[in-house]
């Protein structure tokens, strides 16, 4: 009896250290800028995403489809310690561009999913995730989807010799649309998972399977290089 305590205070703590940050300013500012980002659950310490571990690289990002006008989030650090997830959603109204920049020497670790969601079919709104300097870098450990409608708003960017991981599914169709994926030389995906998808009709620069994954491709995609 005593052990079986022991173990649902242990998952009660774990699940109290998840934190969701949802960012609250418009504009153009830095990621660790803690004002500009609104703290909801949990007991997470962090002031900024990922700054303690948070019960294991656990705090949630969220970029809402709310934010009044067009907003750049730019990662200049890498972030102490993974997050647990990102969601980044396109405004339903006006001409917004919502987009987070992956910084140079930089890597991003997301111990779980990262979502591209299309809030509206509006062209003038999209969301934008960018990794696009040579030695900039997307790790996570989950899938990495794309979500769009008829109009894609959706842009996940590694050209310039970005590198991207992922440990699950690779969906650039989760909608009726492919999102964008945006490539060049040197940009390398790696899929280190062990039963994966890679969905859309896209071009890999150079891919490489890592620990005997068994990855099946779109009959649609291109691929330059495999390693």
């Known amino acids: 009896m005593k052990k079986i305590c022991i173990l649902l205070t242990l998952v009660t703590l774990n699940l109290q250290a998840q934190t969701t940050f949802t960012a609250n300013t418009t504009g153009t500012w830095n990621w ?11 007991s997470s310490t962090s002031t900024y995403p990922g700054e303690t571990a948070g019960g294991g690289g656990a ?37 917004r561009t919502f987009a987070i920049n992956v910084g140079a020497t930089v890597t991003l670790t997301v111990n779980g999913n990262v979502d591209l969601v299309q809030g509206s079919a509006n062209s003038n709104r ?16 989950g ?19 970005g590198q991207l991981t992922v440990g699950g ?23 280190n998972g062990t039963t994966q998808l890679l969905t ?7 891919l490489r399977i890592m620990n005997g994954s068994t990855t099946t491709l779109d009959a649609t995609a291109t691929i330059d290089s495999v390693i």
């Open 32 to 42: 660790t800028t803690a004002a500009n980002w609104t703290k909801t659950g949990g």
């Open 126 to 141: 999209i969301v934008q995730l960018n990794v696009n300097t040579s030695s900039s870098a997307l790790v996570v450990s």
């Open 200 to 206: 859309g009709n896209v071009t890999y620069n150079i």
């Open 59 to 95: 705090d949630i990002v969220v970029i809402p489809n709310s934010l009044g006008a067009t907003t750049t989030i730019d990662i200049t650090a890498t972030p102490p310690n993974a997050i647990g997830g990102l969601t980044m959603t396109s405004a339903t109204a006006g001409t």
């Open 169 to 191: 599914n690779l969906d650039f169709f989760a909608g009726t649309a492919a999102g964008t994926f945006t490539t060049s030389t040197g940009s390398l995906v790696t899929m």
């Open 143 to 161: 899938n990495v989807t794309l979500n769009t409608g008829a109009a894609v708003r959706t842009v996940l960017d590694i050209s310039n010799g």
